[in-house]
């Protein structure tokens, strides 16, 4: 049953391949969704255009629904799923850093890759700055391990915390995600009118 | 080949975002785990730092933990998902016209103040990013759709962060005037 040991599966070198083709289709999909384009990305925050907010939300909810869809069908194995572990301190302020490097640099680092396939030279002065700041963190981390350790909750989903079904929280998540798009594409006609295209 | 081409136009969100939607699960499904960005590039940084530095990375615990002793840190997928990041990126890029060297700012500012602007948020994004233990790719859309607790709390962190300052930087991106 699914998810796979690719490595011990295919080998070494079969699995990199897919990795590869993987961040292939990632960074094809990231280009022609506008992504190389920093300003596009900012637009977001000016509510000008929220292309950002529709393929992030529309790619999470499609990609939620099918995994745990087919992990109720018995096809995936969700206790093998990768589920990011809960920091909740370290990644708030974390978070906050990043949404003022983003407002900043008109990036996040994917989108910053795929500016600079592109040849723009402000992504790739993007991504000279991240690899200083990973560089940075990683000297300087050990100042306030305690605190990048701190606010552990282990692998918590949503549905666990809430104490609801999975199903549920799905929905709820799928009807708010609706409602946020049509309300931002409402709210960002009545500021700009219909001249932008998304 | 030479023709001066047009490019074009992006694809439409939704349609950009089901098929990211799909890439993302056939990954899960594959692999078990999500898509990444961040932390290749940081196996990127550690490597090039045990090539210079070699003894301090083995004594830094953070850094030993990829690149300690024998251990190679790119010896890893998302190393392998990152190169093909900038290669999908070329490729789309290329297709349709959009490969071309250029800096992409708002009208009230030179290419010189985005490049620094760039280099500064840049910097911001790499730390913060691995202080959040992932980035957008990582940590939002991957942890989010595994609903990940710490995932979403870490999206809207980013969210809140970004239009807590937008308005006092919107001479950064917005069209001249005072909108």
Same mark, same amino acid.
């Given at each position: 049953?699914?998810?796979?040991?690719? /490595?011990?599966?295919?080998?070494?070198?079969?699995?990199?391949?897919?990795?590869?083709?993987?961040?292939?289709?990632?960074?094809?999909?990231?280009?022609?969704?506008?992504?190389?384009?920093?300003?596009?990305?900012?637009?977001?925050?000016?509510?000008?255009?929220?292309?950002?907010?529709?393929?992030?939300? /529309?790619?999470?909810?499609? #990609?939620?629904?099918?995994?745990?869809?087919?992990? #109720?069908?018995?096809?995936?194995?969700?206790?093998?799923?990768?589920?990011?572990?809960?920091?909740?301190?370290?990644?708030?302020?974390?978070?906050?850093?990043?949404?003022?490097?983003?407002?900043?640099?008109?990036?996040?680092?994917? /989108?910053?890759?795929?500016?600079?396939? /592109? !040849?723009?030279?402000? #992504?790739?002065?993007?991504? #000279?700055?991240?690899?200083?700041?990973?560089?940075?963190?990683?000297?300087?981390?050990?100042?306030?391990?305690?605190?990048?350790?701190?606010?552990?909750?282990?692998?918590?989903?949503?549905?666990?915390? !809430?104490?609801?079904?999975?199903?549920?929280?799905?929905?709820?998540?799928?009807?708010?995600?609706?409602?946020?798009?049509?309300?931002?594409?409402?709210?960002?006609?009545?500021?700009?009118?219909?001249?932008?295209?998304? | 080949?030479?023709?001066?081409?047009?490019? %074009?136009?992006?694809?439409? =969100?939704?349609?950009?975002?089901?098929?990211?939607?799909?890439?993302?699960?056939? @990954?899960?499904?594959?692999?078990?785990?999500?898509?990444?960005?961040?932390?290749?590039?940081?196996?990127?940084?550690?490597? &090039?730092?045990?090539?210079? $530095?070699?003894?301090?990375?083995?004594? @830094?615990?953070?850094?030993?933990?990829?690149?300690?002793? %024998?251990?190679? =840190?790119?010896?890893?997928?998302?190393?392998?998902?990152?190169?093909?990041? &900038?290669?999908?990126?070329?490729?789309?890029?290329?297709?349709?016209?959009?490969?071309?060297? %250029?800096?992409?700012?708002?009208?009230?500012?030179? =290419?010189? @103040?985005?490049?620094?602007?760039?280099? $500064?948020?840049?910097?911001?994004?790499?730390? *913060?990013?691995?202080?959040?233990?992932?980035?957008?790719?990582?940590?939002?859309?991957?942890?989010?759709?595994?609903?990940?607790?710490?995932?979403?709390?870490?999206?809207?962190?980013?969210?809140? *962060? *970004?239009?807590?300052?937008?308005?006092?930087?919107?001479?950064?991106?917005?069209?001249?005037?005072?909108?």
């Amino acid at each position: 049953m699914a998810p796979y040991e690719l /490595t011990v599966l295919l080998g070494q070198f079969a699995a990199s391949f897919i990795y590869l083709m993987i961040g292939f289709a990632f960074g094809f999909i990231l280009e022609s969704a506008g992504f190389g384009d920093s300003r596009r990305l900012a637009a977001q925050f000016y509510w000008r255009d929220i292309t950002v907010m529709k393929v992030m939300f /529309t790619a999470i909810l499609v #990609a939620m629904v099918l995994v745990f869809w087919s992990a #109720a069908l018995g096809w995936l194995n969700f206790d093998d799923v990768w589920v990011n572990p809960t920091y909740l301190w370290p990644g708030i302020v974390g978070g906050l850093i990043m949404g003022v490097g983003f407002i900043f640099g008109g990036f996040c680092p994917g /989108t910053s890759l795929v500016g600079a396939a /592109t !040849l723009k030279l402000d #992504a790739i002065w993007f991504v #000279a700055g991240s690899a200083v700041g990973i560089f940075g963190f990683g000297e300087t981390v050990s100042l306030f391990n305690d605190f990048w350790h701190s606010s552990h909750f282990g692998r918590l989903t949503l549905h666990e915390w !809430l104490d609801l079904p999975a199903g549920s929280v799905i929905l709820g998540l799928v009807g708010i995600g609706i409602l946020v798009l049509w309300l931002g594409d409402m709210l960002r006609r009545r500021i700009y009118g219909d001249s932008h295209d998304a | 080949m030479l023709r001066k081409r047009k490019p %074009e136009r992006y694809w439409d =969100p939704y349609v950009a975002g089901v098929l990211l939607g799909l890439l993302l699960f056939l @990954t899960f499904f594959l692999t078990g785990h999500g898509l990444g960005s961040s932390g290749g590039v940081n196996r990127i940084v550690v490597a &090039l730092e045990d090539l210079v $530095v070699p003894r301090h990375v083995d004594t @830094t615990p953070y850094l030993a933990s990829m690149a300690g002793g %024998e251990r190679n =840190p790119l010896d890893h997928w998302i190393v392998w998902q990152v190169a093909g990041i &900038l290669a999908g990126g070329f490729v789309s890029g290329w297709l349709r016209g959009r490969v071309k060297v %250029e800096t992409r700012h708002g009208p009230q500012i030179t =290419p010189r @103040t985005r490049w620094a602007m760039a280099f $500064v948020g840049g910097i911001l994004m790499g730390y *913060g990013a691995r202080l959040a233990r992932g980035c957008t790719s990582g940590q939002a859309l991957s942890g989010g759709a595994v609903l990940s607790a710490g995932s979403w709390a870490f999206m809207l962190a980013v969210f809140a *962060g *970004g239009y807590l300052l937008a308005w006092f930087v919107r001479r950064l991106w917005q069209p001249g005037g005072d909108r």
